[in-house]
């Protein structure tokens, strides 16, 4: 009788180390995803950072790009494509909340795994080094400033 207590304690004591285990790295993945919410909503703004300085009127005269995320007329047309169905037009690029729901639709689409060295690359077009290390250096200042 004695020996079967001493049993049932251990065996709860181990049920009872195992699931503080569990909670642990249940928290530890609770706190990841929200950094990693985090680092990409720094992503986010860091891009409007640098493209614009966060100006949603802004345009470049050099090209069609327009609105706090400089998005072309391209991008526009992509993420009605993605959509299948006309909803974004030019104009909304200098709408923010139009503007980052364009650059959601079009991450989601070519970027589910919400990388954040391939989100700047699909936002850029192309590989730029310089430009990375500009959003980069925005993140780490977003977070950490």
Same mark, same amino acid.
């Given at each position: ?58 345009? =470049? &005269?050099?090209? @069609? ?7 072309? /007329? $391209?991008? #526009? ?33 070519? =970027? &589910?795994?919400? @990388? ?7 936002? /850029? $077009?192309? #590989? ?18």
């Amino acid at each position: 009788m004695y020996s079967r207590r001493i049993f049932i304690l251990i065996v709860i004591s181990f049920i009872c180390i195992g699931l503080n285990r569990y909670m642990h790295i249940k928290d530890i993945t609770i706190n990841m995803e929200r950094y990693e919410d985090m680092e990409w909503e720094a992503l986010i703004w860091a891009i409007c950072q640098v493209e614009s300085g966060c100006d949603d009127q802004a345009t =470049n &005269p050099s090209s @069609s790009a327009a609105g706090r995320f400089q998005m072309l /007329r $391209g991008y #526009v047309d992509e993420v009605n494509r993605i959509q299948k169905k006309n909803i974004y037009h030019y104009q909304d690029r200098f709408d923010s909340v139009k503007a980052r729901q364009m650059f959601d639709i079009y991450q989601a689409y070519y =970027n &589910p795994e919400k @990388s954040i060295d391939k989100a700047i690359i699909l936002h /850029r $077009g192309k #590989v730029s080094y310089g430009y990375i290390n500009k959003i980069k250096n925005e993140i780490r200042r977003k977070l950490w400033d």
